[in-house]
C-alpha cells in the first residue's frame, strides 16, 4: 500500500514475555519515529530514525524497550518482559526529507498492545 | 523545551456552527505547527501545518488555522461543523525542525445533530 504499515494491529500477551511491533513506512521515507499513545495523555515521542540511524535513544521509557532499523525501510520495536504499564497504542510515523524538517510526518493506524 | 496546551479536553458544537480548537504553544525558537485529526482506532491524519510564509493557513476540510506569534497560538477553526468532522484534534510544536514534534494532549470534538 502507499501509507504506513503496522503488524499486528492488535496485541494481547501475559505479563513477563517479550513482544515485538513492526513498522513499515512509505518506499522512499528516510525518516521514521515510534510514539506511544496511552488513554488521555496524548503522544508521547519515544525514537526516531534517520536512515538506520537512530541517534538519540533517550526518549524510550527504559532499557526494556529497543529498536532498531534496517535497509533504511522496516522498522521494529521490541519491548522485552512486558509490564502493565506498557499497556498503550504504539504509531509509527514517517517523512520525506530529513528528520524533523518541515515536511509532515505520515501516520500508520497503530498496534494496540495489552498486558494482562 | 517546546509545550503545547490545548484548552478543552471536550469541544461539543451543533451540526453547522463554528468550531474553534485552541492551541497554545511555547518555543523558544521559530516553531512549525500542526495540527493533525484522529477517528477511532486509526492514525493520526495531517490537517494542516504552518511552517513558514502566510500565517493564515488552509487545509483540508474546511479547516484553517492561523499563526499568532504576539499570543503564541495556533487555533484551528471551521465555519461550519459537519458530523463527520467528530474526531481527536491534536495540535503539535516542534523547533523550527531541529526537534522532536511535542504533541498537545488533544481535544475530542463532538457534533451534536
Known amino acids: 500500500g502507499a501509507g504506513v504499515s503496522q503488524s499486528p494491529s492488535n496485541k494481547v500477551t501475559e505479563k513477563g514475555k517479550d513482544v515485538e511491533l513492526r513498522c513499515d513506512p512509505i518506499?522512499?521515507?528516510?525518516?521514521l519515529y515510534w510514539y506511544r499513545q496511552s488513554l488521555g495523555q496524548g503522544l508521547e515521542f519515544l525514537i526516531y530514525?534517520?536512515?538506520?540511524?537512530?541517534?538519540?535513544k533517550s526518549g524510550l521509557p527504559s532499557d526494556r524497550f529497543s529498536a532498531e532499523r534496517t535497509g533504511g525501510s522496516v522498522s521494529t520495536l521490541t519491548i522485552q518482559r512486558t509490564q502493565q504499564e506498557d499497556s498503550a497504542v504504539y504509531l509509527c510515523?514517517?517523512?520525506?526529507?530529513?528528520?524533523?524538517?518541515?515536511?509532515?510526518?505520515?501516520f500508520g493506524d497503530g498496534t494496540r498492545l495489552s498486558i494482562l | 523545551a517546546q509545550s503545547v496546551t490545548q484548552l478543552g479536553s471536550h469541544v461539543s458544537v451543533s451540526e453547522g456552527a463554528l468550531v474553534l480548537l485552541r492551541c497554545n504553544y511555547s518555543?523558544?525558537?521559530?516553531?512549525?505547527l500542526f495540527w493533525y485529526v484522529q477517528y477511532p482506532n486509526q492514525g493520526l491524519q495531517l490537517l494542516l501545518k504552518?511552517?513558514?510564509?502566510?500565517?493564515l493557513v488552509k487545509g483540508i476540510n474546511g479547516f484553517e488555522a492561523e499563526f499568532k506569534k504576539s499570543e503564541t497560538s495556533f487555533h484551528l477553526t471551521k465555519p461550519s461543523a459537519h458530523m463527520s468532522d467528530a474526531a481527536e484534534y491534536f495540535c503539535?510544536?516542534?523547533?523550527?525542525?531541529?526537534?522532536?514534534?511535542?504533541f498537545g494532549k488533544g481535544t475530542r470534538l463532538s457534533v451534536i445533530a
Open positions: 503539535a510544536v516542534s523547533d523550527a525542525g531541529n526537534t522532536p514534534l511535542v
Open positions: 510515523a514517517s517523512s520525506g526529507g530529513e528528520v524533523f524538517s518541515n515536511q509532515p510526518q505520515h
Open positions: 518555543s523558544s525558537v521559530p516553531p512549525y
Open positions: 504552518y511552517t513558514t510564509g502566510a500565517t
Open positions: 530514525f534517520q536512515g538506520n540511524s537512530a541517534p538519540d
Open positions: 518506499s522512499g521515507h528516510t525518516a
